[in-house]
């Protein structure tokens, strides 16, 4: 069992940065990739950025390349996700995930965390 919990939401001008964090406890998550999704109101959740578990892999949502850069410290049992040049549009409760799969699909995620809210104002 591995436990997620996002911090570092909260609501920022367009342009600006917000860091993601996200703190494992349970079993060794540095064995897990790990992801981060965002849900939009009346959206579906929508993938955002992942990352393997010796970080030497990750992958970004077409939308945020360039903006977002996934990292993670093993030894903190942590994962980041920085966020650049924020737009509206990037505005969305954000989660964090763990699966056991090296490159996993969205549908193959085993654990979640409960979301933290970014709001980015025009």
């Known amino acids: 069992q591995v436990q997620l919990v996002e911090s570092g939401g909260g609501l920022v001008q367009a342009g600006g940065s917000l860091r993601l964090s996200c703190a494992a406890s349970?079993?060794?998550?540095?064995?897990?990739?790990m992801g981060w999704f965002r849900q939009a109101p009346g959206k579906e959740r929508e993938f955002v950025a992942a990352i393997t578990w010796s970080g030497g892999s990750t992958d970004y949502a077409d939308s945020v390349k360039g903006r977002f850069t996934v990292s993670r410290d093993n030894a903190k049992n942590a994962g980041y996700l920085q966020m650049n040049s924020l737009k509206p549009e990037d505005t969305a409760v954000y989660y964090c995930a763990a699966s056991r799969r090296i490159y996993p699909g969205s549908w193959q995620y085993d654990y979640w965390g409960q979301g933290t809210q970014v709001t980015v104002s025009s």
């Open positions: 349970g079993r060794t998550f540095s064995s897990y990739t």
